[in-house]
């Protein structure tokens, strides 16, 4: 049964590129440009991994970290955190919100897809 995976991000290539590669790799794939998009797929659907942006289209500023503490408290999925606007601060605060790691966009796909692999290996 292949992986589950949820990626939320307001940058549609990003969406599209990360859903095509992860898609080839056997993953089974949902995405969402929105918090409330991703709650309400995290509510009805079971991932095994979850790759959000901090910074998402919406009426918060890093909606995306509120997002880490929704997922956490709903279950077992391993959380990434992945943007284009990291600082240690916003770090910091994604993992003391439950993040499992903490990528900058600058890293490439496949090194993401590694991180997560290895999280859901890990338990």
């Known amino acids: 049964m292949p992986a589950r995976l949820l990626i939320v991000d307001d940058d549609e290539s990003i969406v599209f590129a990360m859903h095509d590669y992860f898609t080839e790799q056997g993953w089974d ?13 995290a509510t009805s659907k079971q991932y095994d991994a979850v790759i959000t942006d901090v910074h998402l289209t919406g009426f918060r ?35 003391h919100r439950g993040a499992h790691a903490f990528l900058q966009k600058t890293v490439p796909i496949w090194q993401v897809a590694t991180v997560a692999t290895q999280l859901i290996a890990n338990g």
């Open 29 to 41: 794939v949902d995405c969402a440009r929105r918090t409330e998009e991703a709650e309400l797929l």
């Open 61 to 95: 500023a890093a909606e995306g970290l509120e997002l880490v503490s929704y997922l956490r408290a709903r279950g077992a999925a391993k959380v990434i955190v992945l943007t284009a606007y990291g600082t240690s601060e916003i770090e910091r605060e994604a993992m």
